[in-house]
T-cell receptor, first 110, second 113 residues
């Protein structure tokens, strides 16, 4: 299995909702990442998990809450988002150089 | 000055043409150099990565790194309409135990049948 699987593919949520994004990989990669990508921009790093521990938080607002339940799973919990948080949310994993990205969750906040 | 500079395009070429995509960078500490292909509304797909100066070939794709000039290139031979996508260069350096990636802005490529 050489894939990173993200669910759901699309999500529309209101500003008062709570939702979660899920990411799964079975490549044995010990580093997992959440990225945010706006249209016509490169991906921007949000969080880094290394060996299931949060190692990097790129000053992300607390309305985004990451969780790594085990070495194969990564979640991103969303609460009280703003319309400007609408974007493609990408999960990636790596063991060394070269990230493997998932297809992303396209999030729309209304 | 941005750490990684990449022309956003768009770049339009006829089918069968040789495509040259380029990035320059300013940080000599970058260790790995990568090219990603991203189709619309999809995640980036790793095409090639290399560590050292020189050329690396994989099918129709050739990645070239010139560390002395801080310049990397991706060549696509016999371009196909299916190559139409945004191509992101990316470079990494070791930061606190993980590979911190800096992406270029991406070049949008259109291959016309």
């Amino acid at each position: 299995d050489t894939e990173v699987t993200q669910t759901p593919k699309h999500l529309v949520m209101g500003m008062t909702n709570k939702k979660s994004l899920k990411c799964e990989q079975h490549m044995g990669h010990r580093a997992m990442y959440w990225y945010k990508q706006k249209a016509k921009k490169p991906p921007e790093l949000m969080f880094v998990y290394s060996y299931e521990k949060l190692s990097i938080n790129e000053s992300v607002p607390s309305r985004f809450s990451p969780e790594c339940p085990n070495s194969s799973l990564l979640n991103l919990h969303l609460h009280a988002l703003q319309p400007e948080d609408s974007a493609l949310y990408l999960c990636a994993s790596t063991q060394g150089a070269g990230y493997t990205f998932g297809s992303g969750t396209r999030l729309t906040v209304v | 000055q941005k750490e990684v500079e990449q022309d956003p395009g768009p770049l339009s070429v006829p089918e069968g043409a040789i495509v040259s995509l380029n990035c320059t960078y300013s940080n000599s500490a970058f260790q790995y150099f990568m090219w990603y292909r991203q189709y619309s509304r999809k995640g980036p797909e790793l095409l090639m990565y290399t560590y050292s100066s020189g050329n690396k070939e994989d099918g129709r794709f050739t990645a070239q790194v010139d560390k002395s000039s801080k310049y990397i290139s991706l060549f696509i031979r016999d371009s196909q309409p299916s190559d139409s996508a945004t191509y992101l260069c990316a470079m990494t350096l070791n930061s606190g135990g993980y590979q911190k990636v800096t992406f270029g802005i991406g070049t949008k490529l259109q291959v016309i049948p």
